[in-house]
């Protein structure tokens, strides 16, 4: 009887133990996640460096291709002689490359800018056609168009959203609050649209200009990981070491033999979403 008394105790510590252990360890998790998220706010030194840099293209580059945009006569009247800008070479150097700091910043925050990033859509097409932002900055979305537009980002880790914009339409304001690079936007109503938005936690981001040439300034000393990303050839990586106030250039080269996917441009019949009056906005998921 004793003998069994005896058991059942040590039975009922042991489970205690084991629940206050598990109890412990969620604890820690969560108590871990908000210490991660509270990084220590960079504040300036003098001591920044930059790096600026140039991406190359070698060999022959595929030939920009016409849009066909009947299916809209606004959009054809506008922009009758559109081309593609999946891959837009001028010399030798590749516009619309998203060049980031992919590692290495991450144990400082930043101040989210309060700036409003335009993506405006003029001509049927969506301009810039690659642009970067800050988790929480504004993202101020307009049309320059006379036609419907419905704009669509597609993230994986940030909520998905379609919203409506006609005509006259007042500017649409979205955040995206997780970074996630790149986020993909298309357009309901003109299936050739296409814009990306690269979302960083760091201001330290750019996208090649018609020159190819990009500039990432403010940078505290210390060990980068910088990435290139392009829609159609992928990304690249290579580590940079700044020194204080150091100015250091880079290079990306990307070559007409990669691997190339070509983006679909066939012409689809625009579709008729319902329009919600004039100055009204039409949301879905």
Known sequence: MVRSMTRSL??????????????????????EQPAEQMAATYQPTG?????????NFT???PARRKIQMDADPVCAQKNPNALAEDVIVNNGKLQNVFIYVKSGAEKWSFPTPQEEVVLDQDGCVYVPHVLGIQANQPLKITSSDNTNHNIHPSPK?????????????????????????????KCNQHP????????????????????????????????????AWHEKYGAQTTRVTLAAKEAKSIEFTYQATQAYRPGSL????????????????????
């Open 10 to 31: 040590a039975l009922i510590i042991g489970l205690a133990l084991f629940f206050t252990n598990c109890g412990k360890k969620e604890e820690t998790q969560q108590q």
């Open 157 to 185: 880790n940030n909520p998905e959203w379609n919203v409506s914009q006609p005509p006259g339409s007042p500017p649409i304001i979205k955040t995206f609050a997780r970074a996630e690079v790149m986020i993909p936007v």
């Open 47 to 55: 001591d920044e460096a930059t790096i600026t840099g140039v991406v």
């Open 192 to 227: 050739w649209m296409r814009a990306y938005i690269g979302v960083l936690r760091h201001p330290f981001y750019a996208v090649s200009k018609a020159d190819g040439t990009f500039e990432l300034k403010g940078l505290p000393p210390g060990e980068y990981e910088i990435e």
């Open 266 to 285: 066939k012409m689809m019949p625009a579709l008729v979403l319902p329009c919600c009056g004039e100055g009204a906005n039409a949301e879905g998921h």
């Open 59 to 61: 060999g022959e580059p």
